[in-house]
């Protein structure tokens, strides 16, 4: 039984929390007609923008650096493709439905019987989601070629935050052809 639990803990860690989501190519579009890259200048302002903004940024670049790299292509001045960053990081709220089977969710009898009970949703913490989706554009054209998005739960511990960059960008990068 031991064993068990101990596969199943590992098999749960690796799993990735990371979701790519659409990812579109435009008709014609290989990857191989493209030697060179460059990032469209990022301009982001706000109070939503966290210390770790800037950071985070430089993060990303060169992650995606490196699965350029690894597909062949090179950082230059005037590139063949433009790469455009999209970030967005919202605070949500996980919740759970109350139920009356659950005596920790119902109010104990107390002597009077004109009480009802209802089911209602109960906030049990907060998180942030966060997506990257990256843009490429053909110089040239100036037209969109690719696109994809990354999305995952942003952990609480800044320490993870290199990692998980890293997986997200070889995962969605492994979507380009």
């Known amino acids: 039984m031991k064993k068990l639990i101990i596969l199943l803990c590992a098999l749960l860690m690796a799993c990735s929390s990371i979701r790519i989501e659409n990812v579109n190519q435009a008709e014609n579009f290989a990857l191989s007609k493209y030697k060179t890259f460059d990032f469209f200048e990022v301009d982001a302002s706000g109070d939503g923008i966290g210390s770790d903004y800037s950071a985070n940024l430089e993060l990303l670049k060169k992650a995606i650096t490196k699965q350029f790299a690894a597909k062949g292509l090179t950082p230059a001045d005037t590139p063949d493709v433009l790469v455009n960053i999209g970030i967005v990081v919202s605070q949500d709220v996980q919740t759970r439905e109350t139920s009356f089977a659950?005596?920790?969710?119902?109010?104990?009898?107390?002597?009077?019987?004109?009480?009802?009970?209802?089911?209602?949703?109960?906030?049990?913490?907060?998180?942030?989601?966060?997506?990257?989706?990256?843009?490429?554009?053909?110089?040239?054209?100036?037209?969109?070629?690719?696109?994809?998005?990354?999305?995952?739960?942003?952990?609480?511990?800044?320490?993870?935050?290199?990692?998980?960059?890293?997986?997200?960008?070889?995962?969605?990068?492994?979507?380009?052809?």
Do not use: H
């Not at 019987?113 to 100036?142: H, P």
């Not at 998005?149 to 052809?177: C, D, H, Q, W, Y």
């Open 102 to 177: 659950n005596p920790g969710d119902r109010t104990a009898y107390m002597g009077q019987r004109n009480y009802s009970w209802q089911s209602q949703e109960v906030v049990i913490g907060t998180f942030k989601q966060g997506s990257v989706t990256v843009d490429l554009v053909d110089r040239s054209t100036g037209k969109l070629v690719w696109q994809g998005t990354a999305e995952s739960v942003v952990p609480s511990n800044e320490k993870k935050v290199p990692t998980l960059i890293e997986e997200g960008m070889r995962m969605l990068f492994a979507k380009l052809k």
